[in-house]
């Protein structure tokens, strides 16, 4: 069965640091979602990408935090510099879904966890 | 604001007892409603999911939960549960009023089931 990988699975950091993440998703899905996840909470969305072009990004902190998906596939977030209180689960989610396609079903990979010191 | 309310944050069960686990929203339009569920040290799993049709829909490992539409509910249940339920369950709601299909998640219910 095809999964969602992300890389690393755990990093440790200290704040002022820059930190990158990886996620791969499904062959095929167009969708791809990244999500932080505070320890006790529900995931919440960062950032949504339909294939290469940001959909959503309304809850991304974009003075620190970046992601891309150059060639649609693939993608990465970056965080710089690291804060405190950006240590969390980090999610990739994916879906085949398209823009406008309320009935998709998101796939999560096993997320990154953040520890900033 | 939009919101998914999961009344409990913790459960404790004994194994064969029955569950049903909240789940509330707060928007009235067209909706699409999933539970997710994430056992200890693995990822977020799909466990059922509610776009149209029949209200009460049915999940793996003998889940199932009923929107209720005039309620904005869609609850959890299970008539009897097992030590491996054991896990952590998330409500999650995708609706266009969100902005852009966005999906929103509850805060999570964690499970404990007693052998």
């Known amino acids: 069965e095809a999964e969602v990988a992300q890389s690393p699975r755990y990093k440790i950091t200290e704040k002022s640091q820059a930190v990158a993440f990886w996620c791969d998703p499904i062959?095929?899905?167009?969708?791809l979602y990244w999500y932080r996840q505070i320890l006790g909470q529900g995931p919440e969305l960062l950032v949504q990408?339909?294939?290469?072009?940001?959909?959503?990004d309304s809850q991304l902190p974009k003075d620190r935090f970046s992601a891309e998906r150059l060639k649609g596939v693939d993608s990465t977030l970056k965080i710089q510099p690291a804060e405190l209180g950006d240590s969390a689960m980090y999610l990739c989610?994916?879906?085949?879904?398209?823009?406008?396609?309320?009935?998709?079903?998101?796939?999560f990979g096993p997320g990154t966890r953040l520890l900033v010191l | 604001a939009q919101s998914v309310s999961q009344h409990n944050h913790h459960v404790i069960l004994s194994e064969a007892a029955s569950l049903e686990l909240g789940c509330n929203y707060s928007?009235?339009?067209?909706?699409?409603l999933f539970w997710y569920v994430q056992y200890p040290g693995q990822h977020l799993q799909l466990l059922l999911k509610?776009?149209?049709?029949?209200?009460l829909v049915k999940g793996i490992k003998g889940f199932e939960a009923e929107f209720i539409k005039s309620k904005f509910s869609f609850n959890l249940r299970k008539p009897s549960v097992q030590w491996s339920d054991t896990a952590e369950y998330f409500c999650?709601?995708?609706?266009?009023?969100?902005?852009?299909?966005?999906?929103?998640f509850g805060a999570g219910t964690r499970l404990f089931v007693k052998a």
């Open positions: 989610a994916s879906s085949s879904g398209g823009v406008g396609d309320i009935q998709e079903t998101q796939y």
């Open positions: 062959s095929g899905h167009a969708t």
């Open positions: 990408f339909q294939d290469e072009s940001v959909v959503d």
């Open positions: 928007y009235g339009g067209t909706v699409n």
């Open positions: 509610y776009f149209s049709g029949d209200p």
């Open positions: 999650a709601v995708t609706s266009e009023a969100f902005g852009g299909f966005k999906t929103i």
